[in-house]
């Protein structure tokens, strides 16, 4: 029982201690970003990488979700004599939840954990030492501008998510299934609040993007120095930014109310 | 100084002299790349200083040590050169962070300390596509881009042909004459590293022995004659002798 609870207390001490570095890591990624200089090339480069390397898979996943959603949704209205209502119950859904969370889970598996290993085989390869021995702050030079492209291509990506799912629920239940194309799309305009609907998946999928930019660059600026470290910390990404995305979803539908 | 459980130095004490040509010596695993990361700042002693030009480096933060570092150029045993940047790019990271020199005027000293170390068009290169050899010397032209006041180099020579090793040999003791560069240098090539040394030291059971190729050559410390065997302490007196008459 003693030696239970003292398990218990040392993994919740290292659970606090881990949170606090990865605190202490964001506020060093806060403070270096109004220094010079701009690392802008840095930034498009990492832009590139996580946002325009994305968008094939982010289009396919989002029509095919928007496919499935349509078909499943259009057969249970049916059941109801709602099917009018689909529109409105696609965009809602994914605007709200799906495009936001989805989105967040896809882009940490190809991106997050892709900056991740980047940053590790650079630790590995002494890079990120080479860099402190030339003075140059490896969190400036290597962690901001992958942290901050995360940040910002999320709601782009989100953006793309949420429109070709709504095509692809328009392509089944209007081209298939023969639903009226103008009751799917008055539905979808009268149910789509924008400051409530878009902005809320706006903030979530912005604070999707910090948190997998924090998690992905931390992860590899913390990783032991060898292969094994470098998978260990690109698996460890990929589990915490998904639990942390699907937390945060939470948090943040129940705080601003749905 | 320990790895985990591991002491790797245990009241190590060691002085090197400024402008001087530094050899440390000692088998693997002795400490030789944790000394010359303790003298850059990138590992601190458990317990101790490190003084670098007069600053203790060991109780400085990060953001304290980057001014000391401007003053040090160090080659990594990899090279630790960015594998997403061009040769131009790696040569003139250094330049282009800390001075406000134009694109010209770095491309142009990148070219010239390229030159120095035996590299023409490699420019536009990645380092994935550089030999081994070639890789190094790109590295070493980073080190000494910007004329450091302290060079540490970890095996400089390893990888190199004879013709390279000479040519780095040569470029070290030119740099350690025209600029008064102090110089420390893990190596596991001898001959080259005995040629330059001014103060060797050898890292032996978690200390240091030091002294001149001289005082080496002629000692019968267990440790130093275990070490180099008495081929090498041969070496080593013969090139006192050599060096005694044609002195460099």
Request: charged letters at 20%; aromatic letters at 6%.
């Amino acid at each position: 029982m003693t030696g239970a609870i003292r398990k218990l207390g040392a993994q919740s001490s290292s659970l606090i201690e881990a949170l606090g570095r990865i605190a202490n890591f964001g506020g060093a990624i806060l403070s270096s970003l109004p220094k010079p200089p701009t690392r802008f090339g840095f930034f498009i480069r990492a832009l590139y990488d996580a946002g325009v390397l994305s968008v094939a898979l982010i289009l396919l996943s989002g029509f095919t979700v928007g496919m499935v959603l349509g078909l499943q949704l259009y057969t249970t209205l049916t059941r109801f004599g709602a099917e009018g209502g689909l529109g409105a119950v696609v965009g809602l859904s994914l605007i709200r939840e799906l495009g936001p969370v989805l989105t967040g889970l896809l882009v940490t598996g190809r991106a997050g954990s892709a900056i991740t290993a980047e940053i590790g085989s650079m630790k590995a390869t002494e890079q990120l030492d080479g860099l402190r021995m030339m003075a140059i702050d490896p969190v400036h030079f290597v962690a901001m501008p992958r942290a901050l492209a995360l940040t910002m291509a999320m709601p782009l990506l989100n953006a793309l998510f949420i429109t070709l799912s709504i095509a692809g629920a328009y392509l089944v239940g209007v081209t298939i299934q023969g639903l009226d194309g103008g009751v799917y799309i008055s539905g979808l305009e009268n149910a789509v609040r924008f400051g409530d609907d878009v902005g809320q998946s706006l903030v979530k999928s912005l604070v999707f993007g910090l948190l997998l930019g924090l998690i992905a660059t931390y992860k590899g600026h913390a990783c032991a120095p060898d292969a094994e470290g470098v998978a260990r910390a690109t698996t460890s990404t990929v589990v915490t930014a998904s639990v942390c995305i699907l937390v945060s979803d939470y948090m943040i539908t129940a705080f601003w109310g749905v | 100084m320990t790895f985990g459980d591991r002491p790797i130095f245990d009241g190590l004490e060691c002085q090197l002299n400024k402008g001087g040509v530094h050899l440390l010596l000692g088998g693997s695993g002795a400490g030789k790349s944790t000394m010359l990361r303790m003298i850059g700042g990138l590992q601190r002693p458990d317990s101790g200083e490190v003084l670098v030009a007069g600053e203790r480096i060991a109780t400085k933060t990060e953001k304290e040590l980057w001014q000391v570092r401007m003053g040090i150029g160090m080659l990594f045993q990899n090279g630790a050169l960015l594998d997403s940047m061009t040769v131009l790019e790696n040569v003139g990271l250094p330049l282009r962070e800390h001075t406000k020199s134009s694109e010209k005027e770095i491309r142009s000293r990148v070219a010239e300390v390229l030159a120095a170390v035996g590299l023409h068009d490699v420019e536009s290169l990645l380092p994935r596509q550089l030999s081994g050899g070639m890789l190094r010397r790109v590295a070493f032209a980073r080190a000494i881009v910007r004329e450091p006041e302290i060079l540490l180099c970890d095996e400089p020579f390893s990888g190199l042909d004879p013709l390279n090793v000479s040519r780095i040999e040569a470029l070290l003791m030119q740099l350690n004459h025209d600029l008064g560069l102090t110089v420390v240098v893990t190596s596991h090539h001898m001959a080259s590293s005995l040629r330059m040394a001014d103060q060797m030291i050898l890292l032996r059971d978690k200390r240091c022995v030091a002294g001149t190729p001289e005082e080496f050559a002629g000692s019968d410390d267990a440790r130093i004659t275990e070490f180099l065997g008495e081929d090498g302490q041969a070496y080593l007196a013969r090139l006192h002798e050599i060096q005694e008459r044609s002195p460099r």
